[in-house]
Structures are given as structure tokens and as C-alpha cells.
């Protein structure tokens, strides 16, 4: 059975998961447009973060940021080579953007690579998917011919 629970990222069952994704990103494209958090920024305040877990086994996590403007950043959303083609990360987006709705967040908004870094392709296409627009740079990032940034407006549901 597929569950996804609040987690500790400086957990030792996460660090597999989290390690995958640091080296992901750092072979995906430049180091001056990587911007993904490492396992103990991931634990700040600002910053709630889950795990996919099937059984006991961690196969994903997910973690949302909260900002300023009412709306809430997504981060860190990865799953694992062997657990992919399942839907566990649209299962992990639907989580997030449910749990940011229920929450009050008007939007939410990401920063993945840009179209001529293919290593993020499957990423973007999801978002697409879910309904995200691409849009300008978000809050805490300045325009990067690396970085595409895409929002989801969240209406709340009665």
C-alpha cells in the first residue's frame, strides 16, 4: 500500500532518496542554476516535507515552502529510478497541492530546468499535466536561461 506521511529529511531512511535527488540535480545542468536544498535546509521552519512510502520502504518525498504572498513553493519532489512509471509523483503533486488548498495557499509555484536540459522533461511535462503555467521568476530567483518557473493557481474547493 502506497502512503505519503510527513517525514524527517535528516531522517536515515531519507537519506537514499535525498542523496538521489542532490546528484540529479548537480548532473542536470549548470551548478550555477542548481538550486535544490540540500537534506538539512529541508528541515527549516519554512519548510514541511513528506515521504512515499510503500510498506515501510521510502520510494519518494516532496516538501512545500512556504512564502511570503500566500502562496507555497515546491520542492524537493524526487522518487527513486526503480519506483518510477507508477504515478508516485503526481500522487506526491496532488498531495501538495491539496495540502496547500486546504491550507489557504492561493497558488503554487516551482522552479524545475528548462527546456534544453532533457534530464528535466518528464518533470515539466507532469507539471504541464497537473495544469501548471509557466510564468516569470518566483520569489527568491532571478531570471535563468537554465530555469523554468511554473505556477498553479489553487481555487478553493466548497
Avoid at 489557504?104 to 499535466?129: I, K, Q, S
Avoid at 531570471?143 to 505556477?151: C, E, I, L, T, V
Wanted: glycine letters at 6%.
Amino acid at each position: 500500500m502506497i502512503r505519503i506521511r510527513p517525514a524527517d529529511p535528516a531522517s536515515d531512511a531519507l537519506r537514499p532518496v535525498l542523496e538521489a535527488h542532490v546528484a540529479h540535480s548537480r548532473s542536470a545542468g549548470p551548478a550555477e542554476s542548481n538550486h535544490t536544498l540540500q537534506p538539512d535546509e529541508l528541515t527549516a521552519p519554512d519548510i514541511r516535507f513528506w515521504a512515499i512510502l510503500e510498506d515501510d520502504q521510502v520510494l519518494g518525498c516532496g516538501a512545500l515552502k512556504a512564502l511570503p504572498d500566500g502562496t507555497a513553493e515546491v520542492k524537493s519532489v524526487h522518487v527513486l529510478p526503480q519506483a518510477r512509471g507508477r504515478g508516485l509523483a503526481r500522487r506526491m503533486m496532488e498531495h501538495l497541492a491539496e495540502t496547500a488548498r486546504s491550507e489557504g495557499c492561493t497558488a503554487l509555484v516551482l522552479e524545475t530546468g528548462a527546456a534544453h536540459l532533457p534530464a528535466y522533461d518528464a518533470a515539466r511535462n507532469l507539471y504541464e499535466r497537473l495544469g501548471y503555467s509557466y510564468c516569470g521568476p518566483i520569489a527568491g530567483y532571478d531570471p535563468d536561461p537554465n530555469s523554468a518557473f511554473m505556477r498553479l493557481a489553487l481555487e478553493t474547493r466548497l
